[in-house]
């Protein structure tokens, strides 16, 4: 019991000098940031009176996207495009980025940023990081504000990411030997696909090829190592020899591992769609169903197929075959639909709501009810859908929780069609209550965004406002008000295009945010190069490239 105790309490004083080194390690990072700043400042034609020379400042805002990256960070590939590809305008560009800000942690600093470096441009990039305010457990809230459960949260989220930095020739040196001595020593299949996967994490391609094969003579239905294969093609724009990959995978997994089936059939989509075999697809979804049969990917996306072409029948006849196969609200979901397709509305009703009955947690089936009594006007039906859904009154939406996986757009597509179904019936009141609570809800996340761009359109700043990589520019123009100084820049098509030919590796270091992760300095320079675009339409400067 002592020596718990004892060790107890080293833990303590060994997490609190961490603590205590992280914190004056990230006030570190800002002193030295803040030093790289004005040494460009002190660099400009007059720094006694900066504010008052020719050189134009443009503020970079955001988190460790803009931060991190040193020399190539793209706030100084930005600073480099620039002032080298024209010679009209001297720019100077401040980074101001902090790891891991949110704009609400972003806003009180807003004021200060534009007083001390009279920005004459603003770019911001920023809202990727999860909001801890947004978590309701206040043990979680503490620990989100502790520097040594972060830092061991982004250590085992990313542990396979950290292995890239061990000394590469450390494996390419002895890589050969550590091969051949697991020959000898008769490994079995998944030692070499253990090894394949440390050579991938240290960029030793064929290395790790070679380990997988030979993971794959000792056993073909070793699924985890076919895995790590489709990944690496798809990843370097390869999906020709993704294709056959996929389906020995799909030999090889076990039927009742569903999360990794799943993963193989929207790899599979994903590829032919890369190579432009869409019209392709109709056929490979009967293989599937001969091949696989006891897999709903198939049969769900066979029936699809046939409702898009509006062939109800041949749809409703396939429907009835899927039926022992695939969920039953797919079932439901996939029958309604044919009902609407033929005019039979009332039908389509009864049966979502049977469906709703056998699953009230299914958001599809209760999205579809709520468009078909939109288009019969019937408001009634609608507040009864939402209020048994979210479990609130209709006119209680600040209150609403959003369900596991459902996004807001969702909740706000329900509440807008019974505002728009209130209109019709008259009740004007009841419909304008709803649009502002509408508008309060949409804007509770993006409001301290919104509260930023306003501090800085106030002192008649342009603001760039940049989409992080790979995500979609409508959802982040939607989300916020619209203005003249408010210029986009969408790097979704230019980052899929690089990586639909390089890989993923050439432009991103890990996968932190999910969807994408931290650049490389390809990767910045292409952010750079895209935001310098629009800088030279917004200055009206003429790019030399």
Request: with cysteine; net charge neutral.
């Amino acid at each position: 019991m002592k020596k718990l105790i004892k060790l107890i309490i080293w833990v303590v004083i060994f997490g609190s000098f961490l603590e205590a080194f992280l914190r004056l390690g990230g006030a570190y990072f800002i002193w030295q940031q803040d030093r790289e700043n004005n040494k460009y400042l002190k660099e400009s034609s007059s720094y006694k009176m900066f504010k008052e020379s020719t050189d134009y400042r443009i503020l970079c805002i955001g988190d460790s996207m803009t931060a991190v990256g040193g020399e190539n960070s793209y706030p100084n590939q930005l600073s480099r495009i620039l002032n080298t590809n024209q010679h009209q305008k001297h720019f100077l560009v401040i980074n101001k980025g902090t790891p891991g800000s949110i704009p609400r942690s972003v806003l009180p600093d807003i004021k200060n940023y534009l007083d001390q470096y009279a920005p004459q441009l603003v770019i911001t990039m920023i809202g990727a990081n999860p909001d801890p305010s947004a978590q309701t457990s206040p043990i979680i809230l503490f620990l989100n504000k502790v520097e040594v459960y972060k830092l061991a949260k982004t250590l085992l989220s990313n542990l396979a990411e950290y292995a890239r930095i061990l000394p590469h020739d450390l494996f390419d040196k002895c890589g050969e030997g550590i091969f051949r001595f697991m020959s000898l020593i008769h490994c079995n299949s998944q030692n070499y696909t253990q090894l394949g996967l440390l050579y991938k994490m240290t960029y030793n391609s064929d290395l790790s090829f070679k380990s997988l094969q030979k993971a794959l003579d000792l056993d073909p239905k070793n699924y985890q190592a076919w895995h790590i294969i489709i990944d690496e093609f798809v990843k370097a724009g390869g999906y020709e020899n993704a294709v056959p990959c996929i389906f020995q995978f799909l030999k090889a997994c076990p039927e009742n591992l569903k999360t990794e089936r799943d993963w193989a059939y929207s790899t599979l989509e994903d590829c032919y769609e890369a190579l432009k075999k869409k019209d392709q697809l109709a056929g490979i979804y009967k293989y599937v169903i001969i091949n696989f049969p006891h897999d709903a990917w198939g049969y769900r996306n066979l029936v699809n197929t046939f409702i898009d072409q509006e062939d109800y029948v041949t749809a409703m006849s396939l429907i009835h075959a899927e039926a022992p196969h695939v969920p039953q609200s797919i079932v439901y979901e996939q029958l309604a639909t044919c009902f609407i397709g033929t005019g039979h509305t009332d039908s389509a009703i009864n049966l979502l709501r049977q469906g709703i009955d056998a699953d009230p947690t299914n958001w599809v089936l209760n999205k579809k009810l709520v468009q078909l009594l939109w288009k019969n006007h019937d408001a009634k039906g609608i507040e009864k859908v939402l209020e048994k859904y979210f479990n609130i009154g209709p006119l209680n939406l600040a209150s609403v929780k959003p369900p596991r996986g459902l996004e807001k757009l969702d909740i706000m597509f329900g509440f807008e069609l019974l505002s728009d179904a209130y209109a019709f019936d008259g009740k004007i009141a009841e419909s304008d209550i709803l649009n502002k609570r509408i508008d309060a809800f949409k804007n509770k996340d993006t409001d301290y965004y919104v509260k930023i761009l306003k501090m800085i359109e106030q002192r008649n700043i342009p603001v760039v406002i940049v989409q992080y990589p790979l995500r979609n520019l409508k959802t982040l123009k939607d989300s916020l008000p619209q203005s003249k100084d408010y210029y986009f820049v969408d790097n979704e098509a230019s980052f899929k295009k690089g990586v639909g030919q390089e890989g993923y590796d050439a432009y991103f270091t890990d996968d932190s945010f999910g969807d994408f992760g931290h650049c490389t300095p390809k990767g910045d320079h292409l952010l750079a190069n895209n935001i310098a675009n629009t800088i030279f339409e917004v200055f009206n400067l003429n790019n030399g490239n």
